[in-house]
């Protein structure tokens, strides 16, 4: 059988793959993360190597028999994909991708506020954010860490954005878009426009849009008549 090339894309027609646990059939072909060939191997071998590198195990060529796979950052690579394709979309609308990353659950809030502003800066220039979060060696086991600091991304920047695809995983990432939402600054600006001051006879000793307060003058004594 031909080995599979460098490439991905060479490899099979789709963008998703099985990878890790999610690859039964055993033994596979394997290509390591330096694009060697490994040779036929136990799938459980394929993914003891992959573990260490602290890489994904992808089945890139399925049909093959037996199926390739390569070692590689799956997630890294769906990202890239993705982001290929939000580019093109949102070049047809004018905006960008951004993308603003977290290299660890253990952010703290400080440094987290930090990514949270800038990511409001790109939403409110009109481009979409990516938000990507690594997991590394361990963290794997604390998947609800990383779900907790998206939903505070969310919480956060609710008031000028909305979702176009929520959390999910990728390999050892977790990835989110959120989108401008034209519709949420619109009302928060009309919210926030002061009340237009009041006009004609009585508008200020009715108080109405001021904030004096005038007390009538009193009137003089009339005078006595004369004689």
Not at 167 to 182: C, H, I, K, N, W
Request: contains cysteine; glycine residues 8%.
């Amino acid at each position: 059988m031909a080995a599979c090339r460098s490439s991905v894309g060479d490899c099979a027609i789709s963008t998703h793959f099985r990878h890790n646990e999610q690859i039964r059939i055993s033994p596979v072909r394997l290509i390591n993360d330096k694009e060697e060939q490994i040779g036929i191997v136990p799938t459980a071998e394929a993914m003891r190597m992959a573990r260490d590198a602290g890489l994904d195990l992808v089945e890139v060529a399925p049909t093959a028999r037996p199926p390739v796979c390569r070692i590689m950052d799956y997630g890294k690579w769906r990202y890239q994909q993705q982001k290929k394709e939000d580019k093109s979309r949102s070049g047809n609308r004018g905006g960008q991708l951004k993308e603003v990353k977290f290299r660890t659950v253990k952010i703290g809030d400080h440094d987290l506020l930090i990514k949270v502003n800038h990511a409001r800066g790109f939403l409110k220039e009109g481009n979409k954010v990516q938000f990507t979060l690594q997991f590394r060696g361990r963290e794997m086991a604390h998947i609800d860490l990383g779900r907790q600091i998206m939903n505070k991304v969310k919480q956060e920047l609710f008031p000028v954005s909305k979702i176009e695809r929520d959390a999910r995983m990728e390999g050892r990432r977790m990835t989110m878009v959120l989108q401008p939402d034209s519709s949420k600054a619109t009302k928060a600006g009309a919210a926030a426009k002061p009340a237009k001051p009041a006009t004609g006879p009585g508008a200020h000793a009715s108080g109405a849009g001021s904030s004096l307060n005038i007390t009538p003058r009193p009137q003089a004594d009339p005078l006595p008549a004369s004689n």
